[in-house]
């Protein structure tokens, strides 16, 4: 039997009807401005995305943060790479661009630690921070001949250090949960925002390494290059 309309234009027209329907919607009297300015004023910073998604929807979060290292482990499963963190082959031998490599990921290991710090308090924060402390690795993992930063941080390290960091957010978003929190501190100081900076370091070590683990799991199967 035929369909006598074509439900792509009835989900269409929905859409429509639902925007202009929320574009009509009167703010209360203060504004959406001031509200914006409670949440962030609630938190202790003057970042309000980071207050909404560290406090106000931590508990979004923190399943984000579970859904992302189950999906790092099920990726790497079905790799087979029992070695999350060694790549065997270098890519790149040409000392020029070793040299202009090592350049690029300490940039990015510094922009890493800037978002990750101070994330509470302008753009960033962990998962930004995570994307770029992961390619900072990756790229040292690349220029390197044998492979220094794998050997340096050894077999066991990176998979305690991921996994702690997980127990870790797990924690505190349960201290949170029960109203466990430090002082905000002085407001848009560095060490303000009760346990949101620490989230924010935490998710971002917890990214940098499955983000890390993940991309060499493809470059060992030659599935980037």
């Known amino acids: 039997m035929r ?21 009509i919607i009167p703010d209360t009297e203060l504004g959406r401005e001031y509200n914006a300015f409670l949440i962030a004023a609630k938190a202790g910073i003057p970042n309000t995305v980071t207050a909404i998604y560290l406090e106000n929807r931590l508990y979004d979060t923190m399943f984000e943060v579970m859904v992302f290292s189950i999906s790092i482990t099920g990726a790497l499963y079905f790799l087979k790479k029992e070695n999350k963190f060694q790549l065997h ?66 077999m066991e390290r990176p998979e305690k250090l991921e996994k702690s960091s997980w127990i870790f957010i797990l924690a505190i978003s349960l201290l949170t949960f029960s109203e466990i929190i430090p002082p905000d501190g002085v407001w848009g100081n560095l060490l303000s925002g009760g346990w949101i900076p620490m989230l924010n370091i935490l998710i971002a070590i917890k990214v940098g390494l499955g983000t890390w683990a993940l991309s060499l799991g493809f470059l060992d199967h030659k599935w980037i290059f």
């Open 89 to 154: 082959d270098s890519l790149f031998t040409d000392p020029a661009t070793i040299i202009i490599f090592r350049g690029c990921a300490m940039l990015s290991f510094l922009s890493a630690c800037a978002l990750a710090a101070v994330g509470h308090l302008s753009p960033g924060g962990g998962f930004a921070a995570g994307v770029a402390f992961g390619t900072s690795m990756v790229i040292q993992s690349l220029i390197s001949d044998r492979n220094h930063l794998s050997n340096y941080l050894s």
């Open 3 to 23: 369909i006598p309309f074509d439900i792509r234009k009835a989900y269409f027209a929905a859409a429509i009807v639902v925007a202009v329907f929320l574009a």
